[in-house]
């Protein structure tokens, strides 16, 4: 296809796409004449996955262009594009700030009692490390708790990750599928565990009927306590 | 304690601690004369708590403001405190822009599997539907079936986060945890993902050793496909 059916299947504006293939995120169409070129399928997913990385993960198009030549270099191995995903997509503050000795010492007993096999590199370590110091400085250190049912679930999620990553036909697709599960995989856990709550509160805390304004959810969310 | 105190107690200027009085996000400290106030530790998790909404939360003062208004509002139920913090921090792009029906219908038959209970504005059902989109449009619609596990994992996480705020001493706490306990939850999740996906994919991938360039696990992850 041409460009212009490109920008039109993609919902992308011919000028950012230009400044895509500019940058090196979308790789040149086969060329079919002067300033002509032919685009395929393959450059729409390309660009849905360059706006995934950019609008849902929050990473720069210079980031992204990292990420992408990790998926389109054969040599990289699965672990590093997994590495390099991690590393870009997660650049929130938590991710940075150095954590307390003692966070990550806990974050350590955890890994040490999961028995998981972890590099000091990971990124997640820092950032669960800074959670912990977070809990504790607005007066809520008990909150550290939660990473036992978290790891649980993470692992469950974990698994279910490279279950669809081993899946791929090839390892291109593979690769493709660690870095946009890294972006959406985020977002797809926080999204249900929004509607898993509200299942959760009402179970436990309004006994009659559906959430409603017609009780007082804050009032019997005390009784399990004064009872 | 006077405001410098407060300022060199919690890390936060007295510049910005001004701006978050104007603007309501702290309450008041108590009059000791013209000009003069006394704050209480209680200003300082206050603080904490507004820094981890905008930093880690990434959402605006007067957003902030919502959400805290909620906390401090003893005639809100619990519900409502949720949903103010759910619809608050969750204010990417994924839960504004409206999904295809086919990923609605998907999410609408999740929930009717799982049992749980919704009702129809909680902001996870428009989020997990974008998702489910974004999985499709970058060509890779089977990684939609992730729903299931992440599901699961979703109720494990909700359960343990509801019976954090269950065991707060009164329902001003619980609120507060509601409120930090979306965001830093999130955040928390995702931290333990990178740790847990690290861990399963040199266990499924790397056979012998630990992860390290001497192997090349794209090829070895190849290997389960081709065998």
Redesign the interface.
């Known amino acids: 296809m041409r460009m212009s059916e490109l920008s039109s299947t993609s919902g992308i504006a011919i000028a950012t796409i230009k400044y895509y293939l500019r940058e090196g995120l979308l790789p040149v169409g086969e060329s079919t004449g002067v300033n002509q070129a032919s685009y395929s ?1 393959d450059h729409v ?1 390309r660009l ?2 360059i706006r ?1 990385l950019i ?2 993960g929050g990473i720069s198009v210079v980031s992204a262009r990292t990420v992408l030549d990790a998926v389109d270099d ?10 390099k995903a ?1 590393h870009t997509v ?1 650049q ?3 991710y940075v700030r150095p954590p307390s000795e003692s966070a990550r010492r806990r ?1 350590d007993a955890l ?1 040490a009692r ?1 028995g ?4 000091p590199e ?7 490390a800074n ?1 912990i110091d ?2 504790a ?4 250190p ?2 550290s ?18 279950e ?4 791929q ?3 291109a ?5 660690v870095v ?2 890294t972006v ?23 006994v009659y009927g ?2 409603s ?1 017609a ?5 019997s ?2 009784r ?2 004064q009872e």
């Open positions: 399928h997913r849905r996955l995934v609008d849902v054969p040599e990289m191995s699965l672990s590093h594009v997994f590495g991690q997660s929130s503050d938590l974050v890994i999961t998981w096999r972890v590099t990971n990124p997640g370590r820092i950032a669960a959670v977070a809990f400085a607005i007066g809520h008990e909150l708790d939660l990473v036992e049912d978290y790891a649980t679930a993470a692992e469950l999620v974990a698994r279910a990750d490279l669809s990553v081993g899946k036909p090839d390892v697709a593979m690769a493709e599928v946009a599960g959406l995989g985020d977002a797809f856990f926080a999204a249900l565990r929004r509607i898993a709550q509200e299942h959760v509160t009402a179970e436990k805390y309004v559906p959430v304004d009780v007082d959810p804050r009032r969310a005390a399990p306590l």
